[in-house]
């Protein structure tokens, strides 16, 4: 059963209580798998010929209304603050969205740690100097369809006048779904109350629509501030994209350094993530990899961490405890839900063998758009950069890094819970170096229509 059909049997049109008519479909709808796909950066030059172009584009993104449809590719837009700027928004309009969004992901380093080999300074082109105005999106289930909607967003932009394209990148991974250190990725997503998606099991209980569609009520019970007019911001939401240059060959030579025994290295791999690479938890299969139980959507997210207080079968310090510690006691307490995310990360490059080493890890060889919505995108993602990221007091555990995606200035350590005594594993480099990254603001269909026919000077 594909991941698509897996969605359709758990849902029902009847509890469906958002606009899904008005709501891009990359908000709430999965990518499928196996998946292509382009992101293409825009920089707009002429507000009339940005506007003519999201005009052109807004006819080709689908709504989460339809995305039980056979869909072969689908189309989605965001813009940054620049971009909207750009495009002729009044200053009053402008001065509603987020401090934040309205800074750029750049000029937030400090607040995301992004320094060092991260820092600004040494990110591609096309996210220096607030050039990326409009991202432009699309996923695919094969090349064929991939090439297909190529040609007609491509030829739209062509046809456009006042619009440069500032920098692509195609992307891809197979059934497996794969990140670039091979292990199977996005299999935790929350499900968003109203959509008519039911749980899966061991997921949490549906979490409040506002923490993802702005407009809607949030975990508070109220909705997240909203920038103004309604028109332009209800059943829109916020992204975070951030590429990265992922070190295959140096994580492979990290593990190889550790233990010459190929299994051991799985099993180290598999302790830094929080689930053996084919995706079944650690929690759920401690000592081996299941690979039946991975593939399986019914059970890879049905366990929590309250039955392993001290960390012995998933270290507190694993990357996905980290992300999303399901009932972790924390030493800084923090509402879970809140920090909740929609992720529709991309890979790029080649598929991950043992073999590759830190001779082949050159700019742009491989790695992944990390790429993430919510409501409250930009307090989140600096909130994960400070705290569960690139610290460790959280849980108990100083200024330890997250051993995947952490910035490690100097090599640092990741500790296993053991018995009689801890293990620290020394020498975690940094894993994933930032190349660019723009905080962008997703709106509404209705918006797009709204924005490409200047609807403010109506």
């Known amino acids: ?54 005009g052109e584009l807004a006819p080709h993104i689908p709504s989460a209304a339809n995305w039980t449809d056979d869909l072969d590719a689908w189309v989605g837009v965001a813009i940054s603050h620049a971009g909207l700027q750009a495009l002729g928004l009044p200053q ?26 991260n820092a600004p300074e040494g990110w591609e082109d096309a996210f220096t100097d607030r050039k990326c105005h409009i991202a432009l999106t699309i996923y695919a289930a094969d090349d064929a369809a991939l090439a297909i909607a190529k040609d007609k967003a491509f030829a739209a932009l062509d046809a456009a006048h006042g619009v440069v394209l500032v920098g692509t990148h195609e992307f891809g991974a197979d059934e497996h779904a794969e990140n670039p250190f091979g292990f199977r990725d996005s299999i ?23 923490e993802f569609i702005l407009g809607e009520d949030s975990e508070t019970g109220a909705p997240v501030a909203m920038p103004e007019p309604a028109i ?42 929080g689930r053996w690479r084919s995706g079944a938890p650690l929690s759920l299969t401690p000592d081996h990899d299941d690979p039946a139980l991975g593939a399986d959507p019914a059970r890879n997210n049905d366990f929590d961490f309250a039955g392993d207080e001290r960390g012995l079968i998933c270290p507190h310090a694993a990357h996905t405890r980290r992300m999303n510690p399901r009932g972790s006691e924390l030493s800084i307490m923090t509402d879970q839900n809140i920090h909740r995310v929609i992720r529709r990360s ?67 350590r990741f500790t296993i ?31 797009l229509q709204w924005i490409a026919a200047a609807g403010w000077q109506a």
């Open 188 to 210: 935790s997503q929350p499900t968003v109350r109203g959509a008519g998606v039911a749980p899966q099991p061991g997921q949490e209980d549906a979490i409040a629509p506002g």
């Open 92 to 117: 009053t309009m402008l001065d509603t969205f987020p401090i934040a969004f309205r800074d750029g992901m750049a000029a937030r380093a400090a607040a995301l740690r992004d320094t060092g080999e």
């Open 417 to 447: 819970p053991a018995d009689p005594a801890r293990k620290r594993i020394d020498g975690v480099t940094t894993f994933n170096q930032l190349r660019g990254g723009e905080y962008l603001f997703m709106p509404s269909l209705p918006a």
């Open 232 to 273: 332009l911001a209800k059943n829109g939401s916020y992204v975070v994209l951030r590429k990265y240059d992922s070190r295959v060959g140096a994580f492979n030579d990290f593990l190889k350094s550790k233990t010459t025994d190929p299994d051991e290295q799985h099993r180290l791999a598999a302790k830094m993530f």
């Open 1 to 54: 059963m594909s991941l698509l059909d897996r969605i359709r049997a758990r849902f029902d049109r009847n509890k469906v209580t958002l606009q899904l008519d008005e709501i891009q479909a990359l908000i709430l709808r999965a990518r499928p798998e196996p998946y292509v796909g382009i992101h293409a950066m825009l920089h707009i030059t002429d507000a009339a010929g940005g506007r003519a172009l999201l």
């Open 346 to 412: 991309s890979t790029f490059g080649p598929r991950w063998t043992p073999d590759v080493t830190s001779a082949d890890d050159t700019p742009d060889a491989r790695g992944l758009f990390f790429i993430f919505i919510s409501a409250r995108a930009y307090d989140t993602i600096e909130f994960l950069q400070q705290e569960w990221i690139n610290r460790g007091n959280f849980i108990d555990l100083g200024t330890e890094r997250d051993p995947i995606v952490g910035l490690h200035p100097e090599p640092g």
